[in-house]
């Protein structure tokens, strides 16, 4: 059985599925399941001067 990503342009092979909400499974892709799981992480925003930055 060879389940192709669900997301539509997407054409790799499926590694996971993944439950996305209460009746909703989906089949991800090694590249796409790393983003679901980070999904949640956050990031510091850092600003420069522009003059500082060259």
Known sequence: MN???SISE?????IKSVKIAF????????YH???FIKKNEKYEPHF??????K
Request: glycine share 0%; net charge positive; with cysteine.
């Open 23 to 30: 009746k909703e499974k989906r089949n991800l892709c090694e």
């Open 33 to 35: 399941y790393k983003l």
């Open 48 to 53: 420069t001067r522009s003059s500082e930055f």
């Open 3 to 5: 389940m192709q990503c």
């Open 10 to 14: 997407c054409k790799m092979k499926a």
